[in-house]
Every structure is written in structure tokens, then in C-alpha cells.
């Protein structure tokens, strides 16, 4: 059974800094993974998707990297900004049966101006 | 290009009752997946489907059931309704599941 597992559970940091989220998961077979941002009481914002055969995407100020084989995503976020606050949820896509999405619980994340 | 539509927003509901939630996915896309997220919680997985079928189902109970429509939207069904169903409960569609999700912005069921 995938297990994912996002550390920190909460980041506060002041305005500029670059930070790193942590996203690990249990079974390395995988089809993709996809990191997401949610605003209070909203719904989901597909952020990047790396499929299992890349290490890394970018869009922006935002890096994914994926190491299947140690089981570990990281999202980078540079130069942040008081309107990246939210939580951050990384979402693994398995290989058998549907292609179903296993989360972690998320990083919520306060920049401080 | 349109997103995924969730309706309604906000439902308020009695225990015991039934709801029935509707999700119109994205253009291009024929697989809708629905999630349901406690507070505080990432979201779980209670079903998919793929061009009207069932084609896997979470750690959900038998009365929580779905349809999905040749245009490809869908409905989340739920009966006799409990407290703890309270939750945000989100829809996302893909064109093949490998190419990731898009997520409506959910409907927030309050069970009373």
C-alpha cells in the first residue's frame, strides 16, 4: 500500500527566502507525481507533474525533482513571495489498476512579508 | 479550454439523508476520479471511472456511489448521510490518468 509523507507539516518564512518541501513515498512503482497548491477552503492547482521517467520540472520559480528510487520528491521554491502562502500537497499516480492519486497531508506554508 | 465544474459550492445536509453531487470535467478528458479531504487532511481517493465504468474504488462503504454520463461528467452519491462525511470533496478529471489530474474547486458538505 503507497504511503506519502510530506515534512514539514508547517513552514513560516520571511518574504525572499528560497525553501525546499519534502515529499516522500513508500512503493517506487509509480506513474507520475504531481505537486498541488490549495488555498484555504479551495480546491486544488496542479503546480508541476513529473512523470516517473524525468527527475525534474520547472515552471517559474518552482522546481520538482523525483528520485524514484529512494522514494523522494522535493518541490524548490525560489525568491518567495507573501502570495505563495498555502498548503502544498504532493500526489503520487501508481501503476496498477486505476490511476489513482495516493496524497500526503500537505505543507502549509506562510510567507511573512 | 473549460476546467472541471463542481456544483453546488456549499450543501448542508441532515444525517440520515441522501445528496448527490455533479462534477462536469474538462474538455478532452474521459476519466473522473472523486476525492473526498477532512479538514486538515490530504484528500482519499473514493472512486474512478473511465467512459461510464467503475474502474476502482477506494476504502469508501457501498453508499457512496457514482455515475459518470457519455459526456463524460459525474455524479458522487451519498446515502443516510453521517456526521463524519462532513469533508471537502473534490473531482478531478485527466484525459488518460498518466497525464495527471485537473481539480474542481470542490463542494463543502456540512452534515448535521
Known amino acids: 500500500k503507497q504511503e506519502v509523507t510530506q515534512i514539514p507539516a508547517a513552514l513560516s518564512v520571511p518574504e525572499g527566502e528560497n525553501l525546499v518541501l519534502n515529499c516522500s513515498f513508500t512503493?517506487?512503482?509509480?506513474?507520475?507525481l504531481q505537486w498541488f497548491r490549495q488555498d484555504p477552503g479551495k480546491g486544488l492547482t496542479s503546480l508541476l507533474l513529473?512523470?516517473?521517467?524525468?527527475r525534474e520540472q520547472t515552471s517559474g520559480r518552482l522546481n520538482a525533482s523525483l528520485d524514484k528510487s529512494s522514494g523522494r520528491s522535493t518541490l524548490y521554491i525560489a525568491a518567495s513571495q507573501p502570495g505563495d502562502s498555502a498548503t502544498y500537497l504532493c500526489?503520487?499516480?501508481?501503476?496498477?489498476?486505476?490511476?489513482?492519486?495516493?496524497f500526503g497531508q500537505g505543507t502549509r506554508l506562510t510567507i511573512n512579508p | 479550454e473549460t476546467g472541471v465544474t463542481q456544483s453546488p459550492t456549499h450543501l448542508i445536509k441532515t444525517r440520515g439523508q441522501q445528496v448527490t453531487l455533479r462534477c462536469s470535467s474538462q474538455?478532452?478528458?474521459?476519466?473522473v476520479s472523486w476525492y473526498q479531504q477532512a479538514l486538515g487532511q490530504g484528500p482519499q481517493f473514493i472512486f474512478q471511472y473511465y467512459r461510464e465504468e467503475e474502474n476502482g474504488r477506494g476504502n469508501f462503504p457501498p453508499r457512496f456511489s457514482g455515475l459518470q454520463f457519455p459526456n463524460y461528467s459525474s455524479e458522487l452519491n451519498v446515502n443516510a448521510l453521517e456526521l463524519d462525511d462532513s469533508a471537502l470533496y473534490l473531482c478531478?478529471?485527466?484525459?488518460?490518468?498518466?497525464?495527471?489530474?485537473?481539480f474542481g474547486s470542490g463542494t463543502r458538505l456540512t452534515v448535521v
Open positions: 474538455s478532452g478528458h474521459n476519466t
Open positions: 513529473i512523470q516517473s521517467s524525468q
Open positions: 500526489a503520487v499516480g501508481g501503476i496498477q489498476g486505476a490511476q489513482k492519486l495516493v
Open positions: 478531478a478529471s485527466s484525459l488518460r490518468g498518466t497525464d495527471g489530474y485537473t
Open positions: 512503493d517506487s512503482a509509480i506513474y507520475n
